[in-house]
């Protein structure tokens, strides 16, 4: 009779113990999976410091590798989205959560102190009053009907909405037209520099439309229609200002961007993250958006009900479908957008939604009551290398972390300590955690982590006793602990007293037994203490990377 554990695929607590498979455990901690066998992750590495009390952090300057900078951090939930602008050398940044949306690049941001230094309201305010006409001269029979508007414009070629329309004029049409009333712009961070004026013509479809007639600095209040050739049609008709209350900003495809807005979902214009038309918006039925992801060319809306799938090429063009998924999301700070799919926190475990449909990652892995004492609302969660990798507070109030593979959920790998918030930089694929005011790099420190893993209990027919036990590891020794369970009380006060130390009390559920430490000191096999018991359990701890381990009644089974 021969038990083996090997695989080491994280743990399963959802079934009976005994019905697991043998490459699954009870108990996975510090764990670091990909390769198949335990070992232990590296200690995060310090790289950066924050100041107290915040709950993002965002790598700046992401074009070069570089750890220990720039770090903008801030004390709530931000969305930060770099700018899809072609010619941009200043990593234009825009973000939401700190207020109102705002946009900062490297001059303004790495000015001094604490990072990001400094900001510009996101947005551009459009005039609110008309300009004054008056008609001077002309000396045409024929006449046509004018009407003007203008924008403010800032340093950065960003266009406002057109203010109130000016009242119809009709003059000659060699008149000049005095145009007076030109509103300054608004003080604040805006930075608009010039004005450019708009006249009424009729264009190439019949109707009267607003074409480019001037452009003036900013601050001049009058200036001259003197008949010259119009220009380009008036484009920012419905450009409004982003949302105050805009959250949740997510980088799309084809230069869109999304945000929540109260109620609804918000759609910029397509590279004008400056402009957002009212009329581009999606509202799920009967719920409010908590959180967005992308995966390929298509956005996901969570929600306090079922999920809303929108997809299309441009935002005037983009559709809407509702998703019978029945997974509300529980934490918008810990949704994780895969590019095959999306996951996040639902009251049944982890939800998933891909190309695929629909899924719960954790179901077989965790009952709803093992999910439940996860504490979910209060996750943050990103990507690590393909897995879910999420941090929690427990039902001890211990902050502890996890990870899981969304497509092949085979078992969950446990982390001892779990982390408030972090940022992945997709240059480096690196992950960066945020430890109080350290900020840390995962599994990149010279100490390693103490890890464990506790097999399935392997159910024998009858009482049996192991007599042998070899391990197959990098390094030795290898410390192991044997459970025989299913003991008597007797039994067990017996074999602590016949074995000493070596040998104390432990449960495993509803089973009474003995736990043995032993100590491999090579990869030969080595003799155990003859225990007979119904049920036996493998628990395995250390920082040895280790392949599997055997236990066999005969030293041959093992050869």
């Not at 570089?66 to 801030?74: C, L, M, Q, T």
């Not at 509300?328 to 939604?353: E, I, K, M, R």
Request: aromatic residues 10%; negative net charge; contains cysteine.
């Amino acid at each position: 009779m021969k038990v083996t554990v090997s695989g080491f695929s994280g743990a399963v607590n959802a079934p009976h113990p005994k019905l697991l498979p043998e490459t699954v455990g009870t108990v996975s901690w510090n764990q670091k999976p990909g390769r198949g066998d335990f070992r232990p992750w590296r200690d995060p590495l310090d790289v950066a410091t924050v100041p107290a009390g915040r709950k993002t952090i965002y790598r700046f300057g992401r074009d070069v590798a570089e750890d220990g900078r720039y770090w903008f951090s801030w004390v709530g939930i931000v969305h930060a989205v770099r700018g899809m602008v072609a010619d941009d050398t200043t990593e234009r940044t825009y973000y939401t959560g700190d207020g109102f949306p705002k946009w900062t690049d490297n001059t303004m941001a790495l000015a001094g102190g604490s990072y990001p230094a400094a900001w510009r309201k996101l947005g551009v305010p459009a005039p609110i009053s008309a300009p004054t006409v008056a008609a001077a001269g002309g000396s045409s029979t024929e006449t046509e009907v004018r009407c003007y508007v203008y924008t403010y414009v800032t340093d950065k070629g960003e266009e406002s909405a057109p203010g109130p329309v000016s009242a119809a004029l009709t003059v000659p049409t060699d008149a000049t037209v005095n145009i007076t009333g030109i509103q300054a712009p608004p003080a604040g961070a805006f930075t608009i520099n010039r004005v450019r004026i708009y006249r009424t013509q009729t264009g190439t479809t019949g109707t009267a439309e607003f074409f480019f007639l001037r452009e003036i600095a900013a601050g001049v209040a009058n200036t001259t229609d003197d008949g010259r050739t119009l220009g380009e049609v008036l484009e920012t008709v419905e450009w409004l200002e982003p949302p105050q209350d805009l959250s949740y900003l997510t980088a799309m495809w084809n230069g869109m961007m999304a945000g929540i807005s109260g109620n609804a979902v918000r759609y910029c214009e397509a590279y004008k993250p400056y402009a957002w038309p009212m009329a581009y918006e999606t509202l799920p039925p009967d719920a409010k958006p908590l959180a967005l992801a992308t995966f390929g060319q298509r956005l996901l809306v969570l929600t306090t009900a079922d999920p809303v799938l929108v997809a299309g090429t441009s935002p005037d063009s983009l559709d809407e479908q509702p998703l019978e998924v029945g997974q509300a999301c529980l934490a918008p700070q810990a949704v994780v957008s895969f590019g095959h799919g999306v996951a996040w926190p639902a009251p049944d475990g982890l939800a998933y939604y891909g190309a695929g449909g629909a899924k719960l990652v954790t179901n077989g892995l965790l009952t709803r009551d093992d999910w439940q004492a996860m504490n979910p609302a209060g996750m943050v969660a990103g990507l690590y290398e393909g897995l879910f990798l999420g941090f929690y507070t427990d039902a001890g109030g211990v902050r502890r972390g996890f990870l899981v593979d969304p497509i092949n959920p085979t078992g969950i790998f446990y982390l001892e300590k779990g982390y408030d918030a972090l940022y992945l930089d997709r240059l480096q694929d690196a992950l960066y955690v945020l430890d109080g005011t350290k900020v840390r790099k995962w599994d990149a420190g010279a100490a390693l982590m103490s890890a464990r893993f506790v097999s399935k209990v392997f159910a024998m027919p009858a009482p049996a006793s192991f007599g042998w036990c070899k391990v197959v590891a990098d390094g030795y020794p290898v410390t192991v602990k044997l459970n025989a369970l299913e003991l008597s009380a007797r039994e067990v006060a017996a074999h602590i007293a016949t074995f000493g130390p070596r040998c104390v009390a432990v449960s495993s559920g509803n089973s009474s037994g003995v736990q043995f430490t032993l100590s491999a000191p090579g990869p030969e096999a080595f003799r155990l203490p003859p225990i007979p018991a119904r049920s036996w359990q493998i628990d395995l701890s250390g920082q040895q990377a280790v392949q599997g381990v055997a236990l066999a009644q005969a030293v041959e089974e093992l050869r």
